[in-house]
């Protein structure tokens, strides 16, 4: 079994962008399993190890949240097509072309592939030029 990956290694897109996980407007997990989704949130820094009950439970993370997550619904809802309609999402809110999904002028989205203890992508999405 892999271990986790430490919280050193976890932030190498963000690092590599120039900024923050405070910078992340709009966060879209890779989600084929909704345990992944949890699992991730903490892996990438997002909510503190053990804290990601506590963090849906007082609404930070989720639509209307300090952290929007998954704003299309999420494989499960939408369909399983391996986080691509993720990524149309993240466009479609930076764009403002998201309807009734429109999350307030995003500037910035994250979209995370899920196991990322063994295997992961992360694309950080702008409407800004750095």
Known sequence: ?????DPAGRRPGL??????REAIDALYIQDPT???????LELYGFVEPGGVGEAFAKGEVGYGGRLPL??????????????FLHLVE?????RGEAGA???????TAQYC????FMKAASTI???ELR
């Open 15 to 20: 690092r590599g962008a120039g900024i923050g």
């Open 70 to 83: 998954n704003t299309n619904g999420g494989q499960l809802s939408e369909a399983y097509m391996w986080g």
């Open 34 to 40: 909704s345990v992944w989704v949890l699992q991730m």
């Open 90 to 94: 993240a466009v479609r809110q930076l």
């Open 1 to 5: 079994m892999a271990a986790p990956l």
């Open 101 to 107: 999904r429109q999350l307030p002028g995003p500037r």
């Open 113 to 116: 592939s899920t196991f990322g």
């Open 125 to 127: 999405l702008s409407r």
